[in-house]
């Protein structure tokens, strides 16, 4: 079969190998759609120190049950499923509160285990036992339903921020997790949605889905002026950085209102430190929040409202890659002309 391999850092190709076998505890997936993470993309351009190589990359999927052990129950052969692909070990202090996504001894699908970007892959025993694996009603298209992981992972940072009615949300960059981080504070009342971009092919995708953002282009005009005077000089309720650039920090800081809410959603390089102002968060009260994956149950949520047609996943999924051209993908990826790429094998 065909499968994206990481070797090393800059070493990451396509290569045919044996197709995954079924052992009594796990299955083997037929995969339907995958799709490229900026997690992916790091690993892609400058590798990661996470990935234990050889390895097929990807954590993102939706698929159908291709073989099956005989010790898994309450799936069988032909069922869709999708995975929330950061199994936790189910015992540790985090695992028993229900945050398995924070496990001590976490393995992730695409890191620890073989991936999702080839035609076949194997379900780990660990998600049939921790329950990971969730039946895809067949009213989703494969393309829709592999977006639930990331959005699942915004769901997970929304829930420290409490967006109520009436808020003004600021959103630091514009790719699918900025946008759908917009479209998830729309859906919660927020009165004003600012989303912070430089680029301008970029800010007129975001603008296709969302037309009611607020656009700061923050190369053109000076951030904090703009949103003081659109906010009577408050600030912002919410931040979120769904970018890794370090000073989307400071700005959001500077920006955010009393009792504010940030989440650090898009994460830094190892030792980058010193952007966000603790005099800030001490004195107006601020509270900054991380986010890191997502539980198998903020997956099924996700799953429910993409059924209940909670989003307008077209622009995303209408023109999908085939595996074969995955590195087209990536490099479309990094020339920033697209906001997310599906993968269909076999296309």
């Known amino acids: 079969m065909l499968a994206f391999v990481y070797k090393d850092a800059g070493d990451l190709s396509l290569q045919t190998v044996h197709e995954p076998t079924v052992a009594a505890d796990n299955a083997v997936l037929k995969v339907e759609a995958s799709s490229i993470c900026g997690t992916d993309l790091r690993a892609f351009r400058f590798g990661s120190s996470k990935i234990k190589p050889p390895r097929i990359i990807g954590h993102e999927v939706v698929g159908t049950i291709a073989d099956i052990g005989k010790d898994v129950t ?66 989703i298209s494969p393309s829709e339903a592999v977006l639930a992981e990331p959005i699942a992972c915004i769901v997970n940072a929304q829930e420290h921020l409490h967006i109520a009615p009436g808020d ?20 919660k009342g927020a009165s004003k949605v600012f989303m912070v971009e430089i680029n301008e092919h970029r800010i007129a995708m975001a603008k296709s889905v969302l037309p009611d953002l607020i656009i700061i282009n923050s190369q053109k005009e000076n951030l904090q002026d703009a949103v003081m005077q659109e906010t009577g000089g408050r600030g912002v309720d919410v931040a979120v950085t769904a970018c890794s650039v370090g000073f989307a920090q400071v700005d959001a800081m500077n920006i955010i209102a009393k009792r504010g809410r940030v989440s650090l959603f898009g994460g830094l390089p190892k030792k980058t430190t010193g952007f966000v102002d603790s005099n800030i968060i001490h004195y107006k009260e601020v509270s900054v929040h991380g986010a890191h994956a997502s539980t198998a149950a903020q997956n099924r949520e996700v799953l429910k409202m993409i059924e209940a047609g909670g989003f307008p996943l077209a622009s995303y999924t209408k ?18 002309s697209i906001a997310k790429a599906v993968l269909i094998p076999g296309d």
Request: glycine share 10%; aromatic share 12%; with cysteine.
């Open 168 to 187: 003004a949300v600021v959103v630091f960059g514009s790719g699918f997790i900025g946008t759908m981080h917009a479209q998830l504070a729309f859906r």
């Open 319 to 336: 023109n999908p890659f085939p595996l074969k051209d995955i590195l087209k993908a990536f490099e479309a990826l990094n020339q920033e």
């Open 74 to 139: 309450g799936f069988a052969v032909g069922d869709r499923v999708q995975i929330a692909p950061a199994l936790g070990c189910g015992v540790c202090p985090c695992c028993t509160k229900g945050y398995t996504n924070l496990c001590d001894d976490l393995k992730t699908i695409g890191f620890d285990y073989d991936g999702t970007f080839a035609e076949y892959m194997q379900i780990p025993a660990q998600a049939f036992h921790r329950d990971h694996v969730t039946k895809v009603p067949a009213s």
